[in-house]
């Protein structure tokens, strides 16, 4: 027997109200296959899907879906069918589902694919029941099947921060994503006293000396166990 999502009130929040401040840089870009965008556009549309789902930290390589992407350029999937893959993706479990528990989990979901935070933690744990009772791939087919997401992001726009800046406050309301950026004088630092090692140039590989020592030893074994073989065999008995 499936259970029903349970019922948790809906506090207000800056995308809940209408907003009438001017558009500006504060703005979100919209991301959204509604103008058929060819090319480099598509293009644009992927990383911003990337960095929506994944964040900035964990935008690399061999987290790519080259098989999604190569879909969403011939217009065989939609927007929010390459959103399901990436949330789906043996990546994205691994970072992000298999590293929280279930409560962490949904806030993060809900963050990054209805563009908002959670009202209580009411919601958590309605939507905590749900991936509890429907596995990850219920969960997700469930945000992305709910009203909210449609309305909002419907099968062609990337999900965004919706109504991040309050015009009536200073600071506004702070991206979901936040992870300290150092500068080039603080990594640096960081290298020196060993918090930071780089798994790429300046690794010191100690094992070097000992395979050189290796090369270099096995032929004088060989040469010297040869010539004690001939003495042996010269040597009259």
Known sequence: MTISLLSYPLSSQNQRVNGYEIPGDEQPRIYTTDNL????????????????VFNEQQQIASHRQIALESQ????????????KGLVLSDSFRRLNYETNNNYRFVEMCIQRLLGRNVYDNREKLA?????ATKGLRGFIDELL??????NNFGFSTVPYQRR????????????FARMARYDDHY??????IG?????YYGVADKSASVYRKVIFAVPILALA?????LIAVATPK
């Open 37 to 52: 965008p060819k090319g480099t556009e598509v293009d644009e549309i992927i990383r911003a899907a990337y960095r929506q």
């Open 225 to 229: 166990m040869l010539f004690l073989t």
């Open 187 to 192: 990594l640096k630092q960081m290298r020196k």
């Open 127 to 131: 939507w905590s029941i749900v991936l």
């Open 164 to 175: 991040r800046i309050l015009p009536q406050r200073s600071q506004g309301e702070l991206p």
């Open 72 to 83: 969403l350029h011939a217009n065989q999937i939609t927007v929010r069918d390459f959103i």
């Open 145 to 150: 099947n709910s009203e909210e997401y449609l």
């Open 195 to 199: 918090q930071l090692r780089p798994f």
